[in-house]
Nanobody, 124 residues
């Protein structure tokens, strides 16, 4: 069982930055593929970014490429999402997710564990 706790959300003006963190419990964090998803009001949950267990591979949805960076520190059992040049359309609840599958892809059904979410609001 893995527990995920997100932090770092908040209110920021357009063009600003935030860094989200997701702290994981358990001794097998380094074996999980980790990802960030987001869900805006009235919309379905959307994949944002993922990172392989070693941190060597990353993948982003087109709308955040060049602005967001996912990273992880396996020694600290933590995954991060650095968000720069934020836009109002980035406003959503952001969720951290973990998968025991190396090729977890971008589908939420492939992720076994989820955090409670952290709100990110970008004002125009």
């Amino acid at each position: 069982q893995v527990q995920l706790v997100e932090s770092g959300g908040g209110l920021v003006q357009a063009g600003g930055s935030l860094r989200l963190s997701c702290a994981a419990s358990g001794r097998t964090f380094s074996s999980y593929t980790m990802a960030w998803f987001r869900q805006a009001p009235g919309k379905e949950r959307e994949f944002v970014a993922r990172i392989s267990s070693s941190g060597g591979r990353t993948y982003y949805v087109d709308s955040v490429k060049g602005r967001f960076t996912i990273s992880r520190d396996n020694a600290k059992n933590t995954v991060y999402l650095q968000m720069n040049s934020l836009k109002p359309e980035d406003t959503a609840v952001y969720y951290c997710a973990a998968s025991t599958t190396y090729y977890a892809g971008s589908l939420s059904k492939n992720y076994n564990y989820w955090g409670q979410g952290t709100q990110v609001t970008v004002s125009s």
